[in-house]
């Protein structure tokens, strides 16, 4: 399961986050810039649906916890964040 924002669908800019997670989440949180911060606007779907809409991000959802990554208008970033791989 994989928490997504309004705009991951559609295609639009992302950013990926990966936070440690209980067994049936994979930790994944999906936002793009529709995101307003209000955690309820958000949607819990399989990772299926994000390998249909969205083929480019499925490389991504290898990473392991801690890991984030920004990708659309031309950009790819990956990065480590210890911050997150910390939080319990």
Request: proline share 7%; aromatic share 14%; glycine share 10%.
């Amino acid at each position: 399961m994989v928490v997504i924002s309004d705009g991951v669908y559609e295609g639009l800019p992302l950013e990926g986050v990966r936070y440690p997670s209980p067994d049936h989440m994979s930790g994944w949180w999906l936002t793009t810039d529709e995101y307003n911060g209000d955690i309820s606007s958000l949607k819990t779907v399989h990772f299926t649906h994000i390998v249909k809409y969205r083929p480019e991000v499925a490389i991504y959802m290898a990473l392991p916890p801690g890991y984030r990554f920004m990708l659309g208008g031309g950009q790819e970033h990956v990065w480590f964040d210890e911050k997150v791989a910390n939080d319990k």
